[in-house]
């Protein structure tokens, strides 16, 4: 048979045709890819002295899914629907074709992947594999047969878990459960695969028996199936808020799984394409290919990044103990620094406890914890102790003068190339790296609370960082299995002034009488994980009064602070740290605080402000409002110029919710003119803290959006 294709390596093995499949750099499903696949199947369907098939991958997946920019191409559901079906009708060609087709599941099979896997006659995968169906964390649901054919396979209570949850399992629960049907060491998998394939020929396996679509042992009845969907759709109602695909999961499999198999394809097509042309997915789309290249900027293309293999961390906090936690599950040598033994210990003591939950879980052992802290962490009080290390981060006293002299002394050092990187929340980047000989390569790296478990990683350039830094930066970033977005130095950076103007509009409006409860409900029903009380207490009051000061005497009058925050502040309760804050946590559960609530009460008497009634809309509106026009202003001054950048750092630092796409994402649904018009309203009553951004103007009047060409870099 034919062997010059491009995507796929064909090798004949005693009437057995392996099909390796090779579509860098993950074996996805494009278009062209799929036409390759259908032509090598229809070929060896028709070589006389083929008798199997086995279908394997190359590198670490035998195939990851669907190439996800095509789908996104769609902007009608007529135009995706014939599209779906016409993979529907090659899966279907090879599970009901004449010779039985093996899949030797060599590496990570997802989505798509293990949907053509399902419908081969037989699945052996190499140990330690993931399988899974993750779409709806792209706002879809499988779209060639995996709502129908995974019931079939595994049940349909571990079916909804993984295709509504969207997490992949092992290839050693995946035979547990059913969807796989042997395990192999990576090294024999093709030679068991090969054994299996000479059990079809001989005749001990049939492969017309052995068609998924077939199965039906697994299927509930009536009754049960009722009663499954419904639990299902429940735990979904709690948790899928906002979101299309895992609904529209559960309606595949409650629809179809009859005896008409092709109808219940037909009805999950349907259902997919729903999801694929809805603003949900559209926005899941972009947030999962913009993480991809978050990092990847012009100015470091073609930089090779320095070899970091020790890293020092200056501080055994609670920042430090959370970023010790990564280096060593990331299989870096640490070298943790403190002022003295006790704080030493105290370091240890913590990063163990980051370790809790993964021991309780039993993700970890705590033998394994003791090993992994033995091997790979040194403990010292002394900064001599530094000098081979390739990286240092500090999250030391937010003191200028203290870090400065820490920098100054560690010059002296380290080697020329060692990267100096410094966790502020706040303290200007370039004025720290002013003390040093060589302030190139000092660079932010600024971690978010609880580091270990936090996705995001704000990379802070300096006025002077270099080129070489910032890209050795991202790998780490990278390499750390974080999502590194690179900003340059400003006040507050991007994060924490966004966070600023999001929720500290909330204080100003509980000022104009409106009811701090009504403001949490109106941002937990927008989708944010936590009111700005909530987050307030959590956060420190004292902490958010001193980081608003630093933005007032930065940025002007617009960043001054309101009359209610300053006498909250003055009350002492400072949040969960205190006792109380905005909510007394005396009790078993948070209620308001009676002294904030005195101080309020009393603020609006003196003033002569009436209560006031504001619907969800017209809170939620008047924070983004502020918060959009904040992004713009940051764009102006040079912070960061990448829109799908700023929009990843809400959604990973600030728990931004996905669906939405972000708030500049959000700003363009809402239309940029009428995100400037309501500015306007807002300034002539409110001032100049709604005072709209030149370039938010331009934009208004010019027709542009923040994805539209002309944003982006």
Not at 360 to 389: A, H
Not at 653 to 672: E, H, K, Q
Request: proline share 5%; hydrophobic share 40%; with cysteine.
């Amino acid at each position: 048979m034919k062997s010059d294709y491009r995507t796929i390596k064909v090798e004949l093995n005693q009437g057995v045709v392996i099909l390796k499949l090779n579509n860098p750099p993950v074996n996805q499903l494009s278009k062209p890819f799929v036409d390759e696949m259908r032509e090598a199947l229809t070929e060896a369907f028709k070589e006389n002295e083929v008798k199997a098939i086995i279908l394997t991958g190359t590198e670490k997946n035998f195939i990851a899914g669907a190439d996800i920019t095509e789908i996104q191409q769609f902007k009608e559901k007529q135009a995706i629907l014939p599209f779906v079906m016409e993979n529907n009708r090659f899966l279907n060609s090879f599970e009901l074709g004449p010779k039985p087709v093996i899949a030797a599941i060599n590496g990570n099979c997802l989505g798509g992947g293990l949907e053509i896997a399902m419908a081969c006659h037989y699945r052996i995968a190499a140990q330690g594999i993931q399988v899974g169906q993750p779409e709806v964390q792209i706002g879809l649901i499988p779209g060639a047969g995996g709502t129908q054919r995974l019931p079939r396979l595994v049940g349909l209570p571990d079916a909804l878990k993984m295709i509504v949850a969207g997490q992949p399992i092992s290839a050693e629960e995946g035979l547990q459960k059913g969807c796989i049907d042997e395990v192999a060491p990576p090294e024999s998998l093709l030679e068991k695969a090969l054994e299996a394939a000479q059990r079809f020929i001989s005749g001990k396996l049939i492969h017309k028996d052995r068609m998924t679509r077939l199965r039906k042992d697994k299927l509930p009845n009536f009754v049960t199936k009722k009663m499954v969907i419904s639990y299902a759709r429940g735990e979904a109602e709690k948790k899928g808020k906002g979101y299309i695909a895992p609904f529209k999961a559960i309606e595949a499999m409650e629809r179809g799984l009859s005896d008409d198999f092709d109808a219940g394809l037909k009805i999950e097509a349907e259902l997919f394409s729903d999801c694929a042309v809805s603003d949900v997915a559209k926005n899941l789309i972009g947030i999962f290919l913009n993480t991809r290249a978050a990092g990847r900027l012009p100015r470091i293309k073609g930089i090779e990044p320095q070899k970091i293999k020790t890293v020092a961390m200056l501080g055994g906090g609670a920042m430090g103990s959370g970023i010790c936690n990564l280096l060593l599950s990331n299989r870096f040598h640490t070298i943790l620094w403190d002022i003295n033994d006790e704080a030493i210990q105290k370091g240890v003591a913590a990063i163990r406890k980051t370790y809790d939950f993964p021991i309780k879980k039993g993700k970890m052992t705590q033998e394994q914890l003791d090993r992994m802290i033995n091997e790979r962490l040194i403990t010292t009080t002394s900064l001599e102790d530094l000098g081979r290390v390739d990286l240092i981060i500090e999250a030391v006293l937010e003191d200028m003068k203290i870090k400065q002299g820490i920098w100054k002394q560690l010059e002296g050092i380290c080697r020329p190339e060692v990267i100096f990187g410094t966790n502020t929340s706040a303290l200007p980047i370039t004025e720290m790296a002013s003390v040093l000989q060589d302030p190139g390569r000092m660079i932010g790296l600024h971690f978010f609370n609880p580091a270990e478990r936090m996705q995001l990683l704000e990379i802070i350039c300096g006025k002077k960082t270099s080129d070489q830094t910032l890209a050795t930066s991202v790998a780490f970033g990278r390499a750390i299995r974080k999502v590194p977005i690179v900003v340059n130095d400003g006040p507050g950076f991007y994060v924490s002034r966004q966070l600023g103007a999001l929720l500290g509009e909330s204080t100003f409006m509980v000022g104009e009488g409106v009811d701090p409860a009504l403001i949490e409900e109106a941002v937990l029903d927008f989708g944010l994980p936590m009111g700005p009380a909530t987050l307030g207490d959590l956060t420190g009051l004292d902490i958010n009064y001193h980081v608003i000061k630093n933005f007032e005497r930065s940025l002007g009058e617009r960043w001054g602070i309101s009359p209610i925050y300053e006498l909250v502040y003055r009350t002492g309760c400072y949040g969960r740290k205190t006792g109380a804050g905005w909510y007394d946590y005396s009790g078993e559960k948070p209620v308001p605080n009676p002294k904030v609530e005195e101080v309020i009460k009393k603020y609006l008497k003196e003033n002569g402000i009436k209560p006031k009634k504001f619907s969800s809309r017209e809170v939620i509106d008047r924070m983004l409002a502020r918060a959009i026009n904040e992004a713009v202003l940051m764009i102006e001054e040079g912070i960061c110029d990448r829109p799908q950048d700023m929009d990843l750092a809400v959604i990973y630092g600030l728990g931004f919710p996905p669906y939405r796409g972000g708030i500049l994402r959000y700003a363009d649904a809402w239309s940029i003119r009428n995100v400037y018009e309501h500015l306007l309203k807002l300034e002539q009553v409110y001032g100049v803290r709604f005072k709209p951004a030149s370039l938010l103007k331009e934009m208004a009047e010019g027709g542009r959006t923040f994805y539209g060409r002309a944003m982006l870099s």
